[in-house]
Nanobody, 119 residues
């Protein structure tokens, strides 16, 4: 019902900046929140940042002050600006969209984009 496509990942050196993009398509009118999660090898998937339809933003503790989430409603796209990248930021980054329709909760995921930060 909702399709998410991420882009912008890559292999970079520590201290470099990257911007990830996630374009949503399909049944986008019911989306309540979008966000970014990441999963490193051997670790659980963790919250990076979320933004609700009302504009409320939440960040994971490890990225506060370095990452910024934003959205372009006209393009149905959410962005993640990543500054001062560290090796511990290395992970697959997944775009997420949550929606509530008819009292039911739905969660959608993109395919993920790899971010690798070398030291």
């Amino acid at each position: 019902q909702v399709q998410l496509v991420e882009s912008g990942g890559g292999l970079v050196q520590a201290g470099v900046s990257l911007r990830l993009s996630c374009a949503a398509s399909g049944s986008i009118f019911s989306i309540n929140a979008m966000g970014w999660y990441r999963q490193a090898p051997g670790k659980q998937r963790e919250l990076v940042a979320t933004i609700t339809s009302g504009g409320w933003i939440n960040y994971g503790d490890s990225v506060k002050g370095r990452f910024t989430i934003s959205r372009d409603n006209a393009k149905n796209t959410v962005y993640l600006q990543m500054n001062s990248l560290k090796p511990e930021d290395t992970a697959v980054y997944y775009c997420n969209a949550d929606l509530i329709d008819g009292g039911r909760f739905y969660r959608y995921w993109g395919q993920g984009t790899q971010v690798t930060v070398s030291s």
